[in-house]
């Protein structure tokens, strides 16, 4: 089996769970995330969105883990099973956040907003495994916001050529706007709440 094909169709069947079932679904990717830093908890569907109590959460969680011996976690494991875990991880994330941006879930969703609550809240763990794994992720995810963005851009630059060549036909007349122009003012409108959406996706990552 191809593993970017397995990646997709396993970013596809979580975006199709998150429109129909969004909690349960993100307490499931938290889980997974618990998963990759050693960690067995589970992470409830009232927990995965009460983003109030995520530190309380995590210090519950920590101080269980604290009473074992430190866990090997996917990151560090020698293990052959392991061998590919941190390129699995980078292009799974990637492929979450560009997927979901394509469908607009990214924007439209709690996906992020769940993410780097809980992430960034893991990144300064007195735990290892979740400070090192937690920072991975936030960083992989920035990279894949990052690639969006660029992706945004590109589409707001051509938007603002096609509306300049509208204008330049139009000069010297007194027609009233078309169709065409309302329809690229529209898409204009559309990228600029993507770019703010954006924005603030990485000031909360940053801040954070």
């Known amino acids: 089996?191809?593993?970017?094909?397995?990646?997709?169709?396993?970013?596809?069947?979580?975006?199709?769970?998150?429109?129909?079932a969004p909690n349960a679904s993100l307490a499931e990717l938290l889980t997974c995330i618990m998963r990759a830093c050693g960690?067995?908890?589970?992470?409830?569907?009232?927990?995965?969105?009460?983003?109030?109590r995520v530190v309380d959460g995590l210090d519950y969680i920590t101080e269980a883990l604290k009473q074992?011996?430190?866990p090997v976690y996917p990151l560090t494991s020698?293990?052959?099973?392991?061998?590919h875990f941190r390129s699995s991880l980078s292009e799974f994330l990637s492929r979450?956040?560009?997927?979901?941006?394509?469908?607009?879930q990214l924007y439209t969703t709690?996906?992020?907003?769940?993410?780097s609550t809980w992430v960034l809240a893991m990144s300064s763990s007195p735990l290892r495994s979740f400070r090192h794994t937690a920072t991975v992720v936030a960083l992989e995810i920035e990279t894949a916001l990052c690639e969006v963005t660029a992706s945004v851009e590109k589409e707001a630059e051509v938007l603002s050529r096609q509306k300049e060549g509208e204008r330049k036909r139009k000069r010297g007349k007194?027609?009233?706007?078309?169709?065409?122009?309302?329809e690229l003012e529209n898409k204009s409108q559309e990228v600029r709440e993507r770019r703010a959406k954006l924005s603030e996706f990485f000031k909360d990552f940053v801040d954070g």
Do not use: H
């Not at 020698?78 to 061998?83: D, E, T, V």
């Open 1 to 20: 089996m191809n593993p970017s094909a397995a990646l997709q169709s396993t970013v596809e069947d979580f975006l199709e769970s998150l429109s129909q």
């Open 39 to 52: 960690c067995n908890e589970v992470i409830s569907e009232d927990s995965a969105v009460d983003y109030d």
């Open 68 to 70: 074992n011996d430190t």
């Open 78 to 83: 020698k293990l052959p099973a392991f061998k």
């Open 96 to 104: 979450l956040i560009s997927s979901a941006a394509a469908l607009g």
């Open 110 to 115: 709690d996906l992020v907003m769940t993410l």
């Open 174 to 182: 007194a027609d009233p706007t078309t169709a065409r122009e309302k």
